[in-house]
């Protein structure tokens, strides 16, 4: 599995690329093989309002139905609408075409709140114990 | 402590995703739910579903006390052949779906559910009486039960088995060797809408035929895709479509009970549930919209809540969400369009032709 050096990731198994005041949200190698063949994508609308730590969408693997949780607060500027369409990528390509949402950040203290790639390791290593 | 089956470490030889299930740590996957139900559409795949339930009922009256204790006529039955069935409360909820298999007259074996073997097993010796022409033994813990299915499942087998397989007619089972393990019974059941047997073992002899079946080039598949798969064959699962309170009518399994069999348990209820006529039944849906149902989420009419999800899923062989679920008999014919509440949203979903997928 991957966990790229440059990303910030959650407990919930998302990562997160900031670049200024922008943030690209997207799901981790370990959730997207935890999930299975993913079948199903719901994003929110652009202009919405999420929340860190909060529910933002919904991901389903055949077998499964997911919540994806916002790895920080803002706005949504955009949506990966072909990954809507195609939600297989993500099983494939989960950093680069799989991102799934863009979002203008609400407020940047929120940022030490997220692990690096070495903390977010150490993390599922405990979960799986 | 969940259980193992013999085949554990296996599945952990070929890094499957382990699961519990029914008590029981049991493969989910192990290349991924999607391409193992394909292989079993298009190729082989193989199961260990050694977790189900073995009651052997042997002697004189075990025919009669099978009668009384099952839906179907096991009457029907001649050696070697296989019959689905039903154990039934006496208020006609179902206590489990099962297989009954007649080696002689005298000799019987019925199969059950993994999380019902304790209920089933208490159920059968609860009605047993005290006559001498008859024993039950509970086998569970001794046999082993390996399904092989798919279009390529019986030539494979047939080149493993000493038995005429392919003269073997749907629901006949033989006795005799796989990968040179003898006294197998090998059965052309299954429970994937495909063709295929199902290979009763001993123990100690499930290991060799497993590896012996994998070598001819079978997928090993797992309880992820046994869903899927069942799903879009339309076959119930006790739980789902099935359990304690639903009645055989409305789940669809009228055909199982012989409401003409001379008496067996629940045959009254059943009886006036027929006179009576039914409240609701099972249907089987495909979504309309781009969406998925699942298992609880309620069907709605005019924003009433009128019916239940069942099984749901996205169905790998049509590309769309489909589902079982139990809807008042006004909404079950085919074409009728209902919504489905999910997560809050109404999706559109329209009653179809069971099953979802036939084999050719």
């Known amino acids: 599995m991957e966990f790229p050096e440059d990303l910030k990731y959650t407990k919930e198994h998302e990562w997160v690329k900031v670049n200024g005041e922008i943030a690209t949200i997207g799901i981790t190698d370990y959730a997207q093989e935890q999930l299975g063949d993913i079948v199903y994508l719901e994003l929110p609308a652009e202009g919405e309002a999420v929340e860190q730590g909060e529910p933002f969408g919904v991901v389903e693997s055949v077998k499964a139905v997911s919540d994806l949780y916002a790895a920080l607060s803002g706005t949504v500027l955009e949506i990966n609408d072909p990954l809507v369409e195609n939600p297989e990528t993500l099983n494939e390509d989960c950093y680069e075409e799989g991102w799934l949402i863009k979002i203008k950040i609400g407020d940047p203290k929120e940022l030490k709140n997220l692990m690096d790639c070495k903390s977010y390791q150490a993390h599922i290593k405990e979960e799986t114990a | ?360």
Request: charged fraction near 25%; include cysteine.
């Open chain 2, 1 to 360: 402590m969940p259980k193992r089956t013999p085949l554990y470490e296996e599945h952990i030889k070929l890094g499957a995703k382990i699961v519990d299930f029914a008590g029981f740590e049991m493969p989910v996957q192990y290349a991924g739910v999607m391409e193992e139900h394909n292989a079993v559409r298009n190729h082989a795949g193989l199961f260990d579903v050694s977790h189900m339930g073995e009651f052997e009922f042997t002697g004189s009256e075990a025919l009669a006390f099978l009668n009384h204790l099952t839906a179907n006529d096991v009457g029907k039955l001649t050696d070697g052949m296989a019959q689905y069935s039903l154990l039934c409360h006496s208020n006609g909820g179902i206590v489990d779906d099962i297989l009954v298999y007649r080696k002689t007259a005298e000799h019987f074996v019925m199969v059950v559910n993994a999380a019902n073997i304790e209920k089933d097993w208490n159920w059968v010796q609860q009605h047993a009486t005290s006559s001498t022409q008859y024993a039950i033994r509970n086998i569970s813990d001794e046999i082993c039960l390996l399904a092989l299915q798919g279009p390529k499942a019986i030539e494979m087998m047939q080149r493993l088995s000493d038995q005429k397989i392919s003269e073997l007619k749907s629901f006949r089972f033989a006795i005799g060797s796989v990968a040179g393990q003898n006294d197998c019974w090998i059965a052309r059941t299954g429970y994937t809408g495909e063709d295929g047997v199902e290979i009763f073992c001993k123990n100690s002899q499930a290991p060799l035929i497993w590896q012996a079946i994998l070598k001819s080039g079978a997928k090993p598949t797992g309880l992820g895709a046994r869903d899927t798969l069942r799903l879009e064959a339309r076959l119930s699962l006790y739980g789902h479509e099935i359990n304690d309170e639903t009645n055989p009518l409305e789940a669809g399994l009228a055909w199982v009970v012989k409401l003409d069999k001379k008496d067996f348990i629940g045959k009254k209820a059943i009886q006036k549930v027929k006179e009576e006529g039914l409240k609701r039944q099972i249907v089987g849906f495909k979504m309309l919209d781009k969406a998925i149902p699942r298992q609880g989420y309620p069907i709605v009419e005019e924003k009433n809540p009128v019916g239940v999800v069942t099984s749901g899923t996205f169905s790998p062989t049509l590309s769309v969400g489909i589902g079982l679920g139990y809807v008042p008999t006004h909404l079950s014919a085919i074409g009728t369009k209902f919504k489905i509440d999910i997560r809050s949203n109404l999706k559109l979903g329209e009653v179809v032709a069971m099953p979802f997928y036939k084999r050719k």
